[in-house]
Every structure is written in structure tokens, then in C-alpha cells.
């Protein structure tokens, strides 16, 4: 890819990774991802908007040489994680004039996480501006999304925001704009399911900090450039603020069909009540979309049987994400199957203390299911009906 104009002396120098699958060797990318650098030419000073990962250093140096770039004055790090500052060692050998400009969180990191030394980083407070010229960066710090690190970097004469992680989205396109946005929807909800949903309330917060901004372009450092920043925006705010929706996410597992059985029963019980279900098999589900589909979700339904007297490791895992992920769900209910004993639906329930849920009454039976047992599933799911209906989440 070569640099992109993005608006007069504004270029995309950052590099697409069509490749990548595997984000913190944690969370899938199936359409792969970017890291987006942006060069500002001022009539005076120039500077470098965030660095790209250390895999892709070669495409950032061609990108500069491809522009002239012989020097750069500030490299600004809006976050301290090395997708977007793993090349900045080597930005600070190759131009040796060059300052860092982050907050005090994200200079701690810096000199932490990539060794850059003290004096090459300037920390700059909340609000503070730095003239290139003809432009001027106003730096927004906003903690939280996702590091404490983070800060936004506005170019006031052009009313462009530079997001970096706060409204991207992992994927991989040749586009610079957004010119497909069911697409970029779909990998933007994804990014936020994964990366921003556990920092919820701090985002309402840093939402709030930006509403009287007047934003052209918000420019994030993965996924396209959004041309139309009400559409992500609203996302933001819809999947932030607005109220479950009328959905049970059922993740589960099953070894001899006996919690197989219960699910399927109770899915068609919930599905003739009204309820959207979005079922995930543990033994083959990817996890991104599981955590997408918490994000609007009133309430989870865990499914597991008893292994060596627990949960299956898989819905541990999965147990584990969601409550580190800290959707907005409202209520909560275990089913499953066990064959002599166990605590299974005792450590289900301890693992899910971050989230704010009414814990409703769970079916959970011995081997295979019987009469009693659908009965008790038909009693849960009109308990779910009748509290998605008492809180208006239809
Ligand atoms: Fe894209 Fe938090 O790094």
C-alpha cells in the first residue's frame, strides 16, 4: 500500500495486515487488520500520528520515503500498546529530532514497555495544544479505551480526530474511507465486544468529552477512516448506553447430548416465547462473536455438563471471558446435566461476580432429560419472558 491523502498535508502512512489472525494470541481476526499512522505537514513542524506494529515497519519507512519525509519533529503516541508504538524505536533512531508526545500514563509505558529513553517524551496535560503552523494538534486525553494511557489528538483547522484505538475496527481493506458500513459495522461492534465493552461506564465519560467537537473525519488506527463520524458515533452510543435488547446468548457444551437435549428444548421454549437465542458450541465457536453477541443480550444462558465434578474447561473459558468483558446483561441462569455429583453450577455462579445480573433459578439435572426437567426449563424460560417484558426489553 502506498501513503493515502487523506485531506491537504494529511496522509495515511500506516500498513494493512491481511494477514493476521490472531490478535494478543487471544482474539480472532477474521478479516484481518490495520495499523494506521497518519503524517501531518504543518507549515512548520511535521508530525507522525501513532507508529505501526513492529511486523510492519518496512511498510511505515516506505510509506515516509515515498513522501520525502527527511524529518519529523513529534511522533505523537496516542496509546503505549505495540501495535501502534512498536516501530517508534526505530522512528526515534531514523529521525533523532524527533519528540514523543503522549500523556504521563502513556510516557511511564513507553519508557517501560519499547525502552525510550526519558527525554525523547514530552508529556502533555489534557487540553494542551502544539502549533505545527498552519495546524494545531489539541490533545483529549481519554483514559480507558482501552489503556489508562490513551489520549485522542485533534487537528483543529481540519477537525480531524484521531481516535486511535477508540472506534476502530479490525479489518483489513484497501479502502482508506468507510465506504461499506454494514461491513465496518459489523468489525467495528466486533472491536468493541473484545476490546472496549469491560470500559463501558469510562467510555460514556470520554463520549461525553467530545459531544461539542466539531469532527469531519474521526481517524482510528485500525480499520477505515470514518467520513461520516455520526455513524460510529451512534453505534458507540447505542451499544454503551442503550438498553439490552429482548435476546438470551446461550453458550454451551455437551458431551453425551444430555445438555444438548436441554439446550435445543430450551431454545425452541425461549424462541416460542418471543426471545431472539444465540447459541454458540463451546467445542467449535469463535469467541469474538460470542462476545458480540453479549453486547446487546438481556440475559445468558450458561450450558454446560459436569466434568471432574465442575464445568467443561470450554465454558470456563467462555464463563471467564464474559465476565471479564462486563456486558450489560441483566440476568443469568445455568442448565446442564451432571451423572453422580459436582459443583458445577456453584463455580458458574463465582465466576460471574463482575457482572451486575439477577442470577435466575438454574436446571440443572441428572444424565439424560425427563419430563420434570423440560417442565423446569419451560418454567425458566417464561421467568426470563416475564422479567425481559417487566424491564421493556422487547
Ligand atoms: Fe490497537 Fe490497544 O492497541
Known amino acids: 500500500m502506498k501513503p493515502r491523502k487523506l485531506r491537504e498535508d494529511v496522509y495515511w502512512v500506516g500498513a494493512v495486515d491481511w494477514d493476521r489472525r490472531l490478535f494478543d494470541e487471544l482474539i480472532p481476526l477474521p478479516d484481518g487488520t490495520s495499523y494506521n499512522a497518519y503524517l501531518v505537514k504543518g507549515s512548520k513542524k511535521t508530525a507522525l500520528i501513532d507508529t505501526v506494529d513492529s511486523s510492519m515497519t518496512n511498510e511505515l519507512f516506505d510509506n515516509l520515503g515515498q513522501l520525502g519525509v527527511d524529518d519529523i519533529d513529534y511522533v505523537v503516541a496516542n496509546h503505549g500498546e505495540q501495535d501502534h508504538s512498536g516501530t517508534l524505536p526505530r522512528i526515534l533512531k531514523v529521525y533523532p529530532n524527533a519528540k514523543v508526545m503522549s500523556t504521563p500514563k502513556g510516557k511511564d509505558l513507553l519508557k517501560h514497555l519499547l525502552l525510550i529513553p526519558n527525554d525523547r517524551i514530552v508529556a502533555v496535560e489534557d487540553q494542551a495544544t502544539l502549533s505545527l503552523g498552519d495546524k494545531t494538534l489539541q490533545f483529549i486525553h481519554a483514559p480507558w479505551v482501552h489503556w489508562p494511557d490513551t489520549m485522542l489528538t485533534y487537528i483543529r483547522e481540519q477537525e480531524i480526530l484521531f481516535t486511535c484505538d477508540l472506534f476502530g475496527s479490525h479489518l483489513a ?9 454494514p461491513t465496518v459495522f459489523e468489525a467495528a461492534k466486533r472491536y468493541y465486544a473484545e476490546i472496549m465493552m469491560p470500559f463501558r461506564t469510562i467510555i460514556e465519560r470520554n463520549l461525553e468529552k467530545i459531544k461539542d467537537l466539531s469532527i469531519e473525519l474521526i481517524a482510528p488506527s485500525h480499520g477505515p477512516v470514518h467520513n461520516r463520524p455520526e455513524f460510529i458515533i451512534e453505534a458507540y452510543k447505542e451499544w454503551v448506553y442503550g438498553p439490552p435488547k429482548n435476546t438470551v446468548v446461550l453458550p454451551y457444551i455437551s458431551m453425551h447430548d444430555s445438555t444438548k437435549k436441554m439446550v435445543d428444548y430450551f431454545v425452541a421454549t425461549l424462541v416460542d416465547r418471543g426471545i431472539t437465542v444465540k447459541q454458540f458450541n463451546l467445542s467449535r465457536t469463535d469467541i469474538g462473536k460470542l462476545a458480540m453477541a453479549l453486547v446487546d443480550a438481556a440475559t445468558i444462558v450458561v450450558g454446560s455438563p459436569t466434568v ?10 467462555a464463563v471467564y471471558l464474559a465476565n471479564a468483558l462486563r ?18 453450577v456453584e463455580q458458574i455462579k463465582g465466576m460471574l461476580s463482575n457482572l451486575k445480573v439477577d442470577l435466575l433459578e438454574p436446571v440443572f439435572i441428572k444424565g ?21 417484558k417487566t424491564n421493556n426489553l422487547l
Do not use: C, M, Q
Not at 173 to 181: F, G, N, Q, R, Y
Not at 368 to 388: G, Q
Open 173 to 181: 481493506t484497501s479502502d482508506l474511507l468507510v465506504t461499506d458500513e
Open 308 to 317: 471432574l465434578a465442575g464445568p467443561h474447561p470450554n465454558v470456563v473459558y
Open 327 to 344: 456486558p450489560k446483561t441483566k440476568f443469568a441462569s445455568i442448565i446442564g446435566s451432571y451423572g453422580w455429583g459436582g459443583r458445577t
Open 368 to 388: 439424560f432429560p425427563k419430563k420434570e426437567d423440560f417442565t423446569a426449563l419451560d418454567r425458566l424460560a417464561d421467568e426470563i419472558s416475564n422479567r425481559h
